[in-house]
């Protein structure tokens, strides 16, 4: 039997965004199964906004993805940040945590993921730092393949980076699908081959949010636009792959009528209930 906060492998989660949470409190007990938020957005925060987190907290699971612990990056883990990550997740009874395989932070902030190098030697810099926090968590995390337009350093290809890093960091894989798309176009690089060389065992969930489309070589990941076709396609490839796990929309701003993004997150469903069997 699963616990109060284990998500089902077919289990659709929304981005909880201060801008949506009206919508996300009046919506149907069955619109969602779980919520997913940024914890240095909500770490310190009380009053009446804290209370309204609570609530939440008690209708549905809620996982976190953090922006801010900089895996990739050469100054020290923020331990007072993973300090409060730990209380924020033993406060409200959270057990799900991943982070972006990339680094945002260099004598401070710099409020951006940063492309890593792929490189053997990044792979040991970047276990290690996974280790860490895994350490601090006592959990194992998940980390994100993420988007981005410079690629410097190369030395093995974007999918053995990743299947390294998973593999020396002995963490999980959330397969951002919108991100797989993204760079496959701005890479030259075929999605579905992509998402062929992920390890299934290691995939905890996945991403879908929308982008926009510079030019037929260029796309942008926003998070601010509806998820396109070829992204539901690819999702529909990747629960083919690697099975059904449980799937986040992420919206972050031009947020839709709740009847659009009620429809998106119909939509996951359709695809999970499909692939029930794989």
């Not at 969602?32 to 240095?40: G, H, I, N, Q, V």
């Given at each position: 039997m699963m616990g109060p906060n284990a998500l089902a492998n077919a289990s659709v989660g929304l981005g909880l965004r201060r801008g949506l949470l009206d919508a996300i409190e009046s919506a149907p007990?069955?619109?969602?199964?779980?919520?997913?938020?940024?914890?240095?957005?909500?770490?310190?925060?009380?009053?009446?906004?804290?209370?309204?987190?609570?609530?939440?907290?008690?209708?549905?699971?809620?996982?976190?993805?953090?922006?801010?612990?900089?895996?990739?990056?050469?100054i020290p883990l923020d331990d007072a940040l993973l300090d409060d990550i730990t209380v924020f997740m033993q406060r409200h009874d959270i057990t799900h945590y991943s982070e972006h395989l990339s680094y945002s932070a260099d004598d401070g902030h710099l409020y951006d993921l940063m492309p890593l190098a792929f490189h053997e030697d990044t792979v040991k810099h970047?276990?290690?730092?996974?280790?860490?926090?895994?350490?601090?968590?006592?959990?194992?995390?998940?980390?994100?393949?993420?988007?981005?337009?410079?690629?410097?350093?190369?030395?093995?290809?974007?999918?053995?980076?990743?299947?390294?890093?998973?593999?020396?960091?002995?963490?999980?894989?959330?397969?951002?699908?919108?991100?797989?798309?993204?760079?496959?176009?701005?890479?030259?690089?075929?999605?579905?081959?992509?998402?062929?060389?992920?390890?299934?065992q290691r995939v905890a969930g996945y991403h879908v949010a929308g982008h926009f489309d510079e030019a037929n070589d260029l796309k942008i990941d926003t998070h601010g636009a509806a998820v396109k076709e070829d992204v539901w396609s690819l999702l529909d490839a990747a629960y083919q792959t690697h099975g059904v796990k449980p799937t986040l929309l992420e919206r972050d701003f031009n947020y839709p009528s709740w009847d659009e993004l009620s429809a998106e997150l119909g939509r996951i469903r359709e695809l999970q209930e499909r692939h029930a069997d794989v």
């Open positions: 007990a069955d619109s969602f199964d779980f919520l997913e938020c940024a914890p240095e957005n909500w770490i310190r925060v009380g009053g009446a906004l804290g209370a309204r987190l609570r609530a939440l907290r008690e209708r549905h699971p809620i996982t976190l993805h953090g922006l801010s612990l900089s895996l990739g990056g050469v970047v276990a290690t730092r996974i280790d860490q926090v895994q350490q601090k968590l006592g959990r194992r995390i998940a980390i994100e393949n993420v988007s981005y337009y410079a690629a410097p350093w190369q030395r093995m290809p974007e999918h053995e980076f990743i299947n390294a890093v998973l593999d020396a960091g002995d963490c999980n894989l959330l397969l951002d699908v919108n991100n797989v798309y993204v760079n496959a176009i701005n890479h030259g690089y075929d999605a579905h081959t992509f998402l062929g060389t992920m390890p299934s």
